[in-house]
């Protein structure tokens, strides 16, 4: 069975730093693609990143460029997004998925391309 465990949310102030982890279990986590999702309250849920399965491409999402980085760990079966100089605007429920990619250098950036979801962990960032 797949399962994909976020972590390493909170409450920061804005300009802190945070850094999820999602740890997958139950797949071959070099033959999927990955990416993190956010959700605030009344809004649909957005891509923020993607990475490719062998790491060699990233996608960022115009607002987090520059101030977030995704990395992944395939001996940990671990992707990692590193948020710093956080906005209150980045307050959500961040998601990690996971896509079985064809190609190693393909990233992905609709939801509907990923098999599998994360629970979640809520990011607040006060003001």
């Known amino acids: 069975q797949v399962h994909l465990a976020e972590s390493g949310g909170g409450l920061v102030q804005a300009g802190d730093s945070l850094r999820l982890s999602c740890a997958a279990s139950?797949?071959?986590?070099?033959?999927?693609?990955m990416g993190w999702f956010r959700q605030a309250p009344g809004k649909e849920r957005e891509i923020v990143v993607a990475i490719s399965r062998n790491g060699g491409n990233t996608f960022y999402e115009g607002s987090v460029q520059g101030r977030f980085t995704i990395s992944r760990d395939n001996a940990k079966n671990t992707v990692y997004l590193q948020m710093n100089s956080l906005k209150p605007e980045d307050a959500a429920v961040y998601s990690c998925a996971a896509n079985l990619g064809y190609s190693a250098n393909d990233y992905y950036t609709r939801a509907r391309d990923y098999d599998y979801w994360g629970q979640g962990t809520q990011v607040t960032v006060s003001s």
């Open positions: 139950g797949l071959t986590f070099s033959f999927y693609a």
